[in-house]
């Protein structure tokens, strides 16, 4: 067998892992998934990160911040309707926005 098919096979088994992963983790509760504990930990590194690295040149337009935002959604809704809310979130912020225009997570 090939390295490249073993690779393929890999690669196949690895995105029926992941949907497994998302399958059962969509049946508890937002602070037991795996998932959104993840997308958790990865907001707090770009907060630490990268965010002090782009404060001069990225300004938020909304109140709070789309990654506050981003984190409350998934603590209320879990990560497939939190990663939804905070995409839509981050599309919309555009020019025409003004800066601190309060927009809150909605509650369930």
């Keep these: ?3 490249c098919h073993k690779l393929k096979i890999l690669f196949f088994l690895f995105v029926i892992f992941i949907f497994f992963i998302f399958a059962l983790d969509n049946h508890k509760q937002p602070s037991k998934q795996l998932t959104t504990r993840s997308a958790l930990l990865l907001i707090d590194l770009y907060q630490h990160e990268v965010r002090p690295i782009t404060e001069g040149f ?10 506050e935002y981003s984190k409350e959604c ?3 809704y879990g990560f497939p309707d939190g990663f939804i ?6 599309i919309r912020c ?4 003004p800066r601190h225009t309060f927009d809150p997570p ?3």
């Design 94 to 97: 555009q020019n025409n926005v």
């Design 1 to 3: 067998m090939h390295a």
């Design 85 to 90: 809310f905070s995409a839509y979130r981050i």
């Design 58 to 67: 990225v300004q938020c337009r909304f109140e709070p911040s789309c990654s």
């Design 74 to 76: 998934l603590k209320i």
């Design 106 to 108: 909605t509650r369930k």
